[in-house]
């Protein structure tokens, strides 16, 4: 995954802003799949969401329908398309939860941020798989 390093920032602020519940958001950009089939997914946007569970957002997000689909039309009015997501773990580890592998799209990245004590302690990137489940993949932070 490549992200500029502006996005990333505005990532790390959304999820101290969210405290004590989890952000989210998704990625607008381009996916690159080389001749062996690797994917490596562009971010140009962001678009932080709003955490539409109504109950237990300490520990798990949801993008409701109706924003994913609006962020989706306005990606494809730019000839991008919705490559992934990020949120936020509190107090926990950056590793995919039982919930964000439900969550995640076929060749899409989720990018998840851990804070301790309200502070960004980890962030780590992973590629959900076509024939499901994950890989960590690397973070390119572009200047």
């Known amino acids: 995954m490549k992200l500029p390093r502006r996005k990333f920032e505005i990532i790390q602020e959304h999820a101290v ?3 004590p519940y989890e952000c989210c958001g998704l ?13 490596d ?7 932080p969401c709003e955490n539409s569970l109504r109950y ?10 109706s924003e994913y689909l ?5 990606a494809r009015g730019l000839g991008l398309e919705i490559v992934g997501s990020y949120h936020s773990h509190i107090n926990s580890t950056a590793v995919p939860s ?3 592998v439900d ?9 998840i941020i851990s804070l ?9 990137s992973w590629l959900r798989r076509d024939s499901g489940g994950f890989h960590q993949e690397q973070i390119k932070v572009l200047a």
Request: negative net charge.
């Open 17 to 19: 802003r969210d405290l």
């Open 27 to 39: 990625f607008v950009g381009r996916k690159v799949v080389d001749h062996r089939g690797n994917i």
């Open 41 to 47: 997914n562009i971010i140009h946007e962001i678009a």
């Open 56 to 65: 237990g957002r300490e520990t798990n997000f949801e993008i409701s329908y």
């Open 70 to 74: 609006e962020i989706e039309r306005e």
């Open 98 to 100: 039982r919930s964000d």
């Open 103 to 111: 969550f995640a799209s076929p060749g899409h990245s989720m990018l």
């Open 116 to 124: 301790y004590s309200g502070v960004p302690r980890e962030v780590t």
